[in-house]
């Protein structure tokens, strides 16, 4: 084992505890909807290992698809927060996110 591949493992291993401990507290702040914190931490060590592992035992592994690997546990944690703290309402096709619910009419023109 050479020099940088210890150095690639240790960071990846200390990189992939702490973004999963954050996950874990964020989860727990926030409580999503969906699953345990334990559970979506658990997924970040997953991808994040898998990452690792990966990055150490392929050394010719596309960078691209390594990182795509490395961020899919937390990207799925971030849509489940997002969906979690804006709750499970319809959606209304007809209005934008942005949009107050006082304009009684729903147009976005001023009145002249």
Do not use: C, H, K, N
């Not at 592992?53 to 490395?70: E, S, Y």
């Amino acid at each position: 084992m050479s020099v940088t591949t210890a150095v690639v493992a240790a960071g990846g291993g200390v990189a992939v505890a702490l973004i999963a401990a954050a996950v874990y507290r964020d989860a727990v702040r926030v409580g999503v909807d969906l699953g345990s914190p334990a559970l979506w931490a658990a997924l970040v060590v997953l991808t994040g290992g898998a990452s690792v592992v990966t990055a150490i035992l392929v050394p010719d592994a596309p960078l691209p698809g390594v990182l795509v690997l490395t961020a899919f546990g937390p990207l799925l944690y971030l849509l489940e927060r997002d969906d979690s703290m804006r709750g499970g309402d319809a959606a209304d096709p007809t209005r934008l996110p942005s949009q107050s619910e006082e304009s009684p009419d729903g147009s976005d023109e001023p009145d002249r």
